[in-house]
Each structure stands twice: as structure tokens, then as C-alpha cells.
């Protein structure tokens, strides 16, 4: 039976943070007063008015231990997070990656919260900041406009931006398989993938036209700064013919069936629904204006006819300079009422947004009770991406993946890459259990 009688904690947002946040808060035992403005106002770039909207993929990328998001996906899930409970029960095939059934991910948060009874949603828009009890702000790289300028008042400066660029999704009806093939990279992974090749002059060919394409304006008051982990396919193309061919176009083991050889180049499409009948065009995040992008992407062989169920667009995403700002449980240093998570801390990604939601739910919880939390160690990915936001220089200071790079390095003998990776993953998933009973005993 869930039981509360403390104040209720405010959390701005419902996102996958403030939901994550919300979820792990009420499961401490406190009241939480969840605020999403969808459906009366949506952002630029969101489109329904479920929670935990995924906007520019439903890839939540890498499941191996190879690469960190593998290993942090892994740790939220031995810590019982609702962001991985729906990723695993609406997971689509996608290869060595998790990806999920967009529509189907955010109806089983949104059904989650709804229920929880010690959640109380409010579908309202909440343009200040409560200036009293604890509040989580999980606002997200879309912070409207008056929210922004209240953090902006609170932190005494200005923000830092980037733009994200989002990647059309194609109806798989209009793929011509005549042409375009199924099959995972070195064929691993079953045929998750749909490829569509090009050779040499018709890739030279595409890589001209976005060169040339016309590009929606960035506006003159905005400098636009592209995040590297997304950067639009256009401005791919303008560092270098061959970029995208070494990039997200790279044919390495995907011969096409039709004559045994790897193409020039090989566009992917990922499956983006549970009925895999729409996909993704992996790598093809793009700010190309509509008509460009319909006539420059049916030039792809296989995608003559293709029907774009959502083309790519971009947006402004907005975050804090997290070490100025934070102490390292994600508790704003100049009022400790206040707490941030999600990408408006300066994590990028899906994932890592889930993560800094289970975090500050956590902390937030044990401010709430006066128990204090310890925080994960920082040989876990959890712990490492706290040390990011809370110990990076504030004068470099940019979005961030997770990745081993983050994580402290490995004591003894040296190891080749992938052994390293594989030892860091080992050791962070072997220290993540103990920090996970020591909180579930705190919240029992």
C-alpha cells in the first residue's frame, strides 16, 4: 500500500526524466506533482500527447558491453527502472541495438504514471518555478520560453544551446526490394536492416545535390552549434566527399545479394515500429527543407517511390553549464530546493536522460525523507556521467554521451580497446549492486 504524508515534490516535465523521477520518487514513498503541458502546447518537435515522447529516433542504441550506453542500460535495468521495463516490453528487432515501438514505449509510461497513486499528473503548463518545496526541473531540450527565462534569472546566465537534427521515417510499403536488401552488418543480428546501395556516381551524385540542397535558416539571433553525435547529413557531406561514405553510408559488410560485392556507399533504414512498417533512416538527422528532402532522398535506389511518414526537421535544444550550476547529485548550488535532470543537465541521449531522472528522483527522495543518498560510484556509468556534469571545466563544458571515456581508467596490466571496454563494463556492473542494495535499504 503506497503511503505518503509528506509535501508533494513539484517535477517540471514528462519527459523520460521527469518521469523516471517521478517513478523512483514515488517508489521512495513520497507525493509527487507531475506537470506536462501536452497536450495544450506542444513543442517544435513533439508530436503526441503521450509521455516519454522519443522524438528524432526510437533507437536507445547499443545493448553490448562494448560500447558504454551498453553497460548504462544494463545498470538502469538491475536498478528497476521503469525506462527500461518499457524499453524491454516493447523492444523491436534492430540488430546488436535496442530499439523500441515508439507509440507503444510511451503508452506504457504514460499508463505507469497515470496509475501510480502517489503520482498526481497535471496537463498544464508550468512557466515558473515553485518557490516552495522541492522541484525537480525536467523541462528538456524544448524548455518553453518563460521556463527558460526563469532558469536563466536562477542561474545568472545565459544558455548554452546546440541544434539537434531529426531523421525522416520512410512507410516500408513504398521501399522497392527489388533493389534494396535485408541484412545486418556482417550478419549479425538476423536482418533487422533494410540497405539500399549506391555506387560510386550515384553516390557522388547525392553527395552533390545535399551540398547544393537549400537548407531551412538558422534564425540571426541563434549561433547554430551542432552536437557531433547528430550532425545533420548535409553538413556531413560538406566536410568531404567521402565523409558519409566512411560514415553513416559505410558498406563494410553488407554485400548486396544481387551481385556479391559491397556497394560504394549503403544507406540503412532501421525498423522504427513493432509492425515493422516504418523505419528509420539511420544517420540521416537533416535541417534540408521539406521539398529537398523528398526529391534528394528518392534519388537513394530502392527509395524512387518512397512516402515519408515524418520527414527530418531541427531543433533548439537547451541545457545549463551543468558545473557551474550543480552540485554532483544533480542539487542546484545556489537553492537546494532545486534539482535538474534530463538533457537540460548536458547529457545527450535518450538514455542518459532516463539516468539523470533516476537520480534526481532518488536524491530528491532522500532530501524529502532526511536520508541522505549515497551516490554511485564513478566506475559505474551512472557515477561517471555525474562526474561529467559536476567536474568537467564550465569553460568547455558541452553535451555529452556516455562513453569509457568518461569512466576511470583500469589499474594493472594494460589491455588491448576491446578488452578494456569489456573490463570497465565488468567492474561497473559488479559495483553497481551494492550501491543499489545500500538505496533499497534506505527507501525499503
Known sequence: MYVSTSTPITIIGAGLAGCEAAWQAARAGCAVTLYEMKPQRFSEAHQSAGLAELVCSNSLRGAGMNNAVGCLKEELRRCGTLFMEAADATAVPA???????????????????????????????????PAEGSVIIASGPLTSAALSAEIARLTGAEHLYFYDAIAPIIEAESIDFSI????SRYGRGGDDYVNCPLDRDQYMAFVAALKEAEKVPGRDFEKIIHFEGCMPVEEMAAR???????????????????????PFAVLQLRQDNLHATLYNMVGFQTKLTYPEQRRIFRTIPGLQEARFARLG???RNTFINAPRCLHNGLQFKQDPRLFFAGQITGV??????????????LCVAGRQKGLPLPLPPGTTALGALLHHLSASSPEDFQPMNVNYGLFPPLEGKRKKRSERRLAMAERALTEIVPWWQKVASIFP
Request: hydrophobic share 40%; proline share 6%; with cysteine.
Open 95 to 129: 540488430g546488436g541495438a535496442l530499439a523500441v515501438d515508439r507509440e507503444a514505449f510511451s503508452n506504457y509510461i504514460t499508463e505507469c504514471i497515470e496509475n501510480h497513486p502517489l503520482i498526481e499528473l497535471r496537463r498544464q503548463e508550468l512557466s515558473g518555478i
Open 180 to 183: 534494396a536488401w535485408r541484412a
Open 240 to 262: 568531404g566527399e567521402l565523409t558519409l561514405a566512411f560514415g553513416p553510408m559505410k558498406p563494410v559488410g553488407l554485400p548486396d545479394p544481387r551481385t556479391g560485392r559491397e
Open 313 to 315: 526537421s531541427m531543433h
Open 348 to 361: 545527450e541521449g535518450y538514455v542518459e536522460s532516463a539516468a539523470t531522472g533516476l537520480l534526481a528522483g
